[in-house]
């Protein structure tokens, strides 16, 4: 950071040769340049916080729960071979491509419905909050569960089954009075803003997961809770390179 502070920006720039900018880059000129260094390494550090274990651990259980769900796995190939034979064999995804994987997106949000990755979220009530018959007075932190939510039965028929089908048949997002029932990146201002990038990389893993490799679990695992969401050891599996991805 402070290498590229005293270079202007960057590290290494040919005269006359525009290169992309990283975040280091961006955050040094944003604001005029007023940010501290503190705020800076703030920055980063919340965003390799925030969006690198939740995304990797999504990545993970898609597999588990598609490893478990066989006619889930076989559809969601099925969608992916489909895109690949429309394409040259090496030519990259695009964002079109990104958008014409309907059956990838049910996948991923059953992912995240079961999965839990975030539990919920501490709000502070501003006000008096009346609900029912509680009151949550002014200044009082609350818990608001996502995964109390997500897997509750009244909700979504038989809650705890993966099932990425239901989100073909019902996708909506909130109940009967309008509250919201599904919020795995919450919600509000302070909605997740790595939401979509989260759904892009996952997608364009299974992607590639899927046309190219076959594999086998190697040993059980099983999903905790406690203190964070994640698999027991990992998930491990052995992949195979497809022979007819090899060329
Ligand atoms: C599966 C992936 C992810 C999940 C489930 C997830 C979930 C969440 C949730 C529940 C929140 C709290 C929202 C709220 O308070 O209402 C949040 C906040 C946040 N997320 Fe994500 N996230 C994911 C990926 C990412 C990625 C990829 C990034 C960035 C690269 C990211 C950056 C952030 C940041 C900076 C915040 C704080 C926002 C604020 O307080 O204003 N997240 N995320």
Request: aromatic share 20%.
């Given at each position: 950071m402070e290498e590229k502070a005293e270079n202007g920006?960057?590290?290494g720039d040919d005269e006359g040769k525009k290169e992309k900018k990283d975040m280091v880059e961006e955050l040094l000129e944003?604001?005029?340049?007023?940010?501290s260094e503190e705020e800076m390494v703030d920055f980063c550090l919340s965003l390799l916080v925030a969006g690198y274990e939740t995304t990797s651990v999504l990545m993970t259980l898609a597999v588990k729960f598609l490893t478990e769900t066989p006619a889930a796995l076989a559809e969601l190939k099925e969608e992916h071979a489909n895109i690949r034979d429309m394409k040259g064999k090496k030519q990259p995804l695009e964002w079109s491509d990104y958008k014409s994987m309907p059956f990838t997106q049910c996948v991923i949000n059953e992912t995240l419905r079961v999965g839990n990755i975030i539990s919920g979220v501490f709000r502070r009530a501003n006000t008096d909050i009346h609900y029912k018959d509680y009151t949550i007075p002014k200044g009082c932190k609350i818990f608001a569960s996502f995964r109390a939510v997500h897997l509750n039965n009244e909700h979504y028929e038989n809650a705890r089954t993966f099932n990425p089908w239901r989100w073909q048949i019902n996708n909506k997002l909130q109940n009967a009075v309008g509250?919201?029932?599904?919020t795995p990146f919450g919600g509000g201002p302070r909605l997740c803003p790595g939401y979509e990038l989260a759904r892009v990389v996952v997608s364009i893993f299974l992607h590639h997961l899927v046309t190219r490799f076959s594999w086998e679990e190697t040993e059980e695992d099983r999903l905790v809770?406690?203190?964070?969401?994640?698999?027991l050891k990992g998930y491990p599996i052995n992949l195979r390179l497809l022979s007819e991805s090899i060329c």
């Open positions: 920006g960057s590290i944003a604001e005029g340049g007023s940010f509250a919201n029932i599904f809770f406690f203190p964070t969401t994640r698999t």
